[in-house]
């Protein structure tokens, strides 16, 4: 009998990309299942309204509601603290751990464990974010050390409308980017449909894919002490660490 692993997944309420992607994922993994808890996030953009959906308050309050359904791990599947800032992520995980008592991670703080991990400074950036937003993700990697060498955003801030961004745009936007021979495309926003092209993006350009859906699982499975390795298909990145 497979040991259940059990991951929790904080998701942002508009969102109706990463839940099916999350579960195909948990699936993969012996004993492995999905959980889900949203809170409000409706719009990404710099406003005082926009940014004070990540309140903290309402994230644990969603955490809490994992924790009655004894998960093995909390991820927060969102990307906000590409524009908010790292800390706001490393902040976020104490917490959730004080409140519940279980391990926690963040696609972002799992994103970049995975560029330490391969020494990667020279990412591009895929997101369907506005250019103001790319702006400040692009600068808190530059204080990472981490050079975006290109990046594509395409000017959307209605989080619902994310997920209708057609999978072959993606691709050819992470075709473009390519052509400044980065270490690492990453799709940054866990409401774009991009993990399941990870496989033929890598085998077409020779480059990982670091989907934030994906990232989100693999920082979950290490977080639960099972490892990622169990996922397959889904791109290189599972075998890393």
Known sequence: MNTPVRLGVLTPSSNTALEPLTAALAALVPGGSAHFARFPVTEIALTERALGQFDDSKILAAAELLADAKVHAIGWSGTSS???????????????????????????????????????????LVTPYTADVQQRIVDNYRSLGIEVVAERHLGIRVNHDFAGVEPERLRTLMHEVAEARPQAITTFCTNLRAAPLAERIEAELGIPLLDTV??????????????????RGWGQLFAWG
């Open 82 to 124: 590409g524009w908010l800032g790292f800390e706001a992520d490393r902040r976020l995980v104490e917490r959730i751990h004080q409140r519940t008592g279980i391990a926690a991670t963040t696609a972002v703080l799992a994103l970049n464990e995975l560029l330490a991990l391969r020494g990667i400074t020279r990412l591009a």
């Open 214 to 231: 994906s990232t989100t699982v693999w920082g979950l499975l290490r977080a639960a002490g099972r490892d990622p390795a169990a996922v």
